[in-house]
């Protein structure tokens, strides 16, 4: 079975701080592909990163950098010197082979950072 | 602009009666799905479509159910027989139905039971 865990229901910062959510998944598939998706409060849900098992390069995007490890079955997110417009929830999420496109999404981590 | 179009935003019923949410995408996109996201729950799959004239029941299927009619399109019903319809609903679509390819999503419909 697949499963996707997000232990960090909530965190709060303050502007300018380094802040990290984690995402641990579980699969038996060696083909598969990771996603991080941003819902702010208007609700839609935009997607910010996908990974496919093959590749365990880290990769920055701006601030939002992207840690993937196989070995911890993890793949974290890092906002470096969060901003107020960082405040939303932020879905991991997995896909398998096996099952096509279907996402399997963890419970979500809400981020608020504060001025 | 491409994108995927959800409507109404916010939706109430009276219990007993059957809503339908549109969706429709003009992003040329073969699959289509359909996802319910409750507090604490995150999101759970209800439908998805691979291709038109063709629909597969997702996770928590029973008291919904869904057409694709048109590549476009794919509305969603929630039936009198889902017992705890309120929830906000999201319409996706991808390229096609593939473990790699990327979903994108609509701003989703509220819908509340009064």
């Known amino acids: 079975a697949q499963k996707v865990t997000q232990a960090q229901t909530e965190i709060s910062v303050v502007e300018k701080e380094d802040v990290t959510l984690d995402c641990v998944y579980e699969?038996?598939?060696?083909?598969?592909?990771l996603f991080w998706y941003k819902q702010p409060p208007s609700g839609e849900l935009v997607f910010l990163i996908r990974?496919?098992?093959?590749?365990?390069q880290n990769e920055i995007s701006g601030r939002y950098s992207w840690n993937f490890q196989k070995s911890t079955s993890s793949f974290n997110f890092t906002i470096t010197a969060s901003q107020v417009v960082d405040s939303a929830v932020y879905f991991c999420a997995l896909s398998v082979y096996q099952a096509g496109t279907a996402l399997i999404f963890g419970k979500g981590t809400t981020l608020s950072v504060s001025s | 602009d491409g994108g995927i179009t959800q409507s109404p935003k916010y939706l109430f019923r009276k219990e007993g009666q059957n809503v339908t949410l549109s969706c429709e995408q003009n992003l040329n996109h073969d699959a289509m799905y359909w996802y319910r996201q409750d507090p604490g729950q995150g999101l759970r799959l209800i439908y998805y479509?691979?291709?038109?004239?063709?629909?597969q029941k997702g996770d928590i299927a029973e008291g919904y159910s869904v057409s694709r009619e048109k590549k476009e399109s794919f509305p969603l019903t929630v039936t009198s027989a889902q017992k705890n319809p309120t929830a906000f609903y999201l319409c996706?679509?991808?390229?096609?139905?593939?473990?790699?390819?990327?979903?994108?999503f609509g701003e989703g419909s509220w819908l509340t039971v009064v």
């Open positions: 996706a679509s991808s390229i096609r139905f593939f473990s790699g390819n990327t979903i994108y």
């Open positions: 990974r496919n098992s093959f590749d365990e």
């Open positions: 479509s691979q291709i038109v004239n063709d629909f």
């Open positions: 699969t038996r598939d060696t083909t598969y592909y």
